[in-house]
């Protein structure tokens, strides 16, 4: 099994990281894409995916980490667009860097014009990088789905992952109709989440993730662990495989044989 999305390079899992990546071994997840949403971020994650044969690393700028946004949460100065794409573009030569990504738009924070406009801009212009190099994208797409579908529309060779899926089963019929790759976390565990329980029901099987998102969103049994870790993607998977009526092992290979075409692993 393949945790898609975690961030391994988070204090609460890095101080740790040799024991959190035993841990996912014993749990069978053999692999684990460590996700790198800032400019400070991409270089401790590459370095983590040099360390580890295990881990593989995908770097972008998280629209959340923009100047201006309502909540920036990078304590270091953000790059211009143009800067951006030349210091994505030397980590994307790594071989272990395998994807772009956290990307895309946030709507739930801050909806005002600029902030906006800024993301768009951004987002625009790491996609059209990703076309450029062949790259898939791991998409952030908060509050605003449809938005992301519109732009994408424009970039019609870049193949996109929706991390974090939480939305409604119409929004996952059309990301799936649009051949795009849906990734669920652990909110589908939980009690009251029958919609999206629903939409991983209906999700093509070859068009599926399992991630963790770790240290965030633990998955039930262990919600109550606040650090979520590579290892839980496990729960997640049975959660979904039990709702798709197939055993834990068919369910695990199939996400598994998604994640390395779509990564290239």
Known sequence: MIDT????????????IDAVLKRAQLA?????VTIACEPADWIESTALA?????????????????????????????????????LLTEHLKQTRVVAIGEIGL???????????KLQLQYFE????????????VVLHTRSAVDEALNVLANFPNVRAVFHSFTGTVDEAKRIADRGY???????VTYKKNDELRSAARDCPIDQMFVETDGPYLSPEPVRAQRINEPAFVVHIAACVAKEKGISLGA???????????????
């Open 5 to 16: 999305h975690c961030h391994l390079s988070d204090k609460r899992l890095a101080g740790q």
């Open 28 to 32: 069978g997840v053999t692999r684990v």
């Open 50 to 86: 040099g360390r580890f044969e295990n881990v593989y690393c995908a770097v972008g700028m998280h629209p959340c980490y923009l100047p201006n946004t309502g909540t920036p949460r990078s304590s270091t100065p953000i790059p211009s667009r143009e800067e951006t794409d030349r």
């Open 106 to 116: 946030d709507r739930h924070w801050d909806a005002t014009e600029p902030t906006h």
């Open 125 to 136: 212009s790491q996609l059209q990088l990703a076309t450029t190099l062949d790259k898939p």
């Open 181 to 187: 790759f849906i990734g669920f976390t652990g909110p």
């Open 251 to 265: 369910f695990a290979e199939a996400t598994t044989r998604n994640a390395r075409g779509f990564f290239g692993l």
